[in-house]
């Protein structure tokens, strides 16, 4: 027996528009009582009933959030001209960060995995489409990382090790701005930039 297949109309598509985008701006203000599909309901104006109807549960909403926020970005491209330097790539990668993380994404996205669980059985335990959309970005950054240095004399492993680590490391520099401090973050975002591309370079 063939199962029909119902199509959203325009306005289901609207509403489920509307759902994502309050969710993000909800989860980017950092508010841990953001990561709740009620809130973001309250926040659309609708019941959980019309969030499960347009997404399904909890899981299949964060995934929703996630894949939106990856066709936001679109398709990661680091690669840079042929010309460019070890030193310049990496820069170009410092920068695209420095500009990245202080977005309403990435607010968002950092706010969805500090409340989701720490430890990897039980994330994909208990958020299995949510886990796998935030592996599918980890591996596309990855592979962006390595496409940017493919041309270049640099260990892959390498490559792979700077592209788990400068995330973090960036997100150090960008909270940094948002303090008091006496620190000059050109010279920060330099200071790193020297380091990783030593680190690349060196045998």
């Known amino acids: ?104 994404d990435a607010r968002a996205m950092d706010t969805l995995r500090g409340a989701l ?15 796998a959309e935030l592996a599918a970005a980890q591996a596309g950054w990855t592979k962006a990382c390595q496409q940017a240095f493919a041309d270049l004399d640099v260990d892959p492993v390498r490559v792979r090790e700077m592209a788990a680590m400068i995330p973090g490391a960036m997100k150090g520099l960008t909270a940094e701005r948002h303090l008091s401090t006496y620190s000059d973050m050109d010279d920060a975002k330099r200071g790193l930039r020297n380091a990783i591309a030593a680190y690349l370079s060196s045998r």
């Open 117 to 131: 669980p720490r430890e990897r059985d039980e994330l994909e335990r208990s958020f299995p489409k949510t886990a």
């Open 1 to 104: 027996m063939l199962r029909r297949v119902t199509r959203p109309n325009r306005r289901g598509s609207q509403t489920r528009q509307n759902m994502l985008d309050a969710a993000l701006r909800a989860l980017a203000t950092g508010d841990p009582k953001a990561v709740s599909a009620n809130h973001i309901a309250k926040e659309v104006g609708v019941t959980w009933g019309a969030v499960k109807y347009q997404f399904g549960d909890v899981d299949d909403l964060w995934a929703a959030v996630l894949g939106y926020i990856g066709e936001r970005r679109g398709e990661l491209d680091l690669r840079s001209d042929a010309d460019a330097g070890l030193e310049d790539r990496v820069g170009q990668i410092v920068d695209l960060l420095w500009r990245g993380l202080d977005t309403i």
